[in-house]
């Protein structure tokens, strides 16, 4: 049952229960990424989303995309990468010649991303699941594994001292929890209605586009590689605008 009416859903159980899953490791193993890495690596990490995303999403997610779809999908990918890397030197104790766990925690979190969307896909062209549906379903799964992971862990009791020692937090995180969920709406929503990908197109540039918001606003400077990468940026986004399209996609734009 949803607020919305989007119809019975015949999705499976357990498409919910595995993306869910997937979902929260991603989320899990990219935070812990940054007890061995620093900030700028894991978003440049991070920022490659989109590309294990598609992969699996032909391996599993019985889903076909033109090469043209893949260059471009590439461009953005190494743009966004290009205009957010830092030119820092790594922080004592978080960086290791070669690959370190930091760097496999990153690589994990990819794949289930990858598998997060391979999972929706299926969703989607089984059983045209709808985003209220999706949204709630997924949440209610998240909540379950959250629930047992912190009593296992003992990060209840943790939690449960920190809020009596600073009860003002639950405000914070009352209006935390709300601007979340408007967010998720519309995530879900791109996600039911245009599919991963664009999803997680549309998640990675959007850090690209606060800070070259920022650029134009109060005038920062950008360097010639980030330049370089917004050219990229917007090359790819145009190209796949354009082009991107497979025939099938075109005939149901029309109809």
């Keep these: 049952m949803t607020v919305l ?23 899990v193993a990219s935070n812990m990424a940054l007890q061995w890495v620093n900030y ?28 043209k779809k893949y260059v471009f999908i590439l461009l953005i990918v190494i743009g966004v990468s290009l205009f957010i890397y830092k030119d820092k030197p790594s922080a004592e104790g978080k960086s290791s010649e070669g690959i370190g766990l930091g760097e496999v925690l990153l690589l994990l979190s990819l794949t289930m991303d990858g598998l997060t969307g391979a999972v929706q896909e299926r969703m989607i062209s089984e059983s045209r699941t709808k985003s209220g549906h999706m949204m709630l379903n997924m949440n209610l799964w998240s909540i379950g594994y959250l629930a047992v992971a912190l009593v296992v862990t003992g990060e ?12 003002e937090v639950i405000w914070n995180m009352i209006i935390f929890s709300l601007c979340s969920a408007v967010g998720q709406f519309f995530i879900f929503l791109m996600v039911s209605d245009f599919g991963p990908l664009p999803c997680s197109i549309v998640t990675t540039t959007r850090k690209f586009f606060t800070v070259l918001g920022s650029v134009l606003l109060f005038g920062n400077k950008l360097s010639s590689r980030q330049w370089s990468g917004t050219v990229l940026v917007f090359s790819g986004l145009t190209l796949d605008a354009v082009y991107g399209k497979s025939k099938v996609d075109r005939k149901n734009i029309k109809e």
Excluded: H
């Design 156 to 167: 209840l009791f943790v939690f449960i001292d920190f809020v009596n020692r600073f009860p």
């Design 40 to 67: 700028p690596t894991q978003v440049v990490g991070k920022s490659c989303k989109p590309i294990p995303v598609m992969v699996l999403g032909v391996l599993l997610g019985r889903k076909s995309y033109s090469w």
């Design 5 to 27: 009416k989007q119809g019975e859903d015949s999705t499976s159980k357990t498409y919910y229960a595995a993306c869910s899953l997937t979902y929260l490791l991603a989320m």
